[in-house]
């Protein structure tokens, strides 16, 4: 939340205020979910992983997926 050399308070409510937020509510009466995988975790599992990553580029080719990009950094930043 605090980015810089100094602690600026005003900054942090900004920061919080942006924040991408889900309201657990309307995804239930949306009938929507998210999941995810923790890699971590998958240490081993190859055929799990690759079969998961075809269906999600199936899914992309498709046009069912559509990712957004908020911003983009040069590798030095």
Known sequence: MLAGQRKNLIAVA???YHQFSIHTLSLIQ???SVCGF????????MELI???M???LDL???GKVKPRIDSTW???Q
């Open 14 to 16: 900004k920061n919080w």
């Open 30 to 32: 949306g009938n929507k």
């Open 38 to 45: 923790h890699l971590g975790y998958l240490d081993g599992e």
């Open 50 to 52: 690759t079969q998961a």
């Open 54 to 56: 075809n269906t999600i």
């Open 60 to 62: 992309y080719k498709q």
């Open 74 to 76: 040069h590798l030095e």
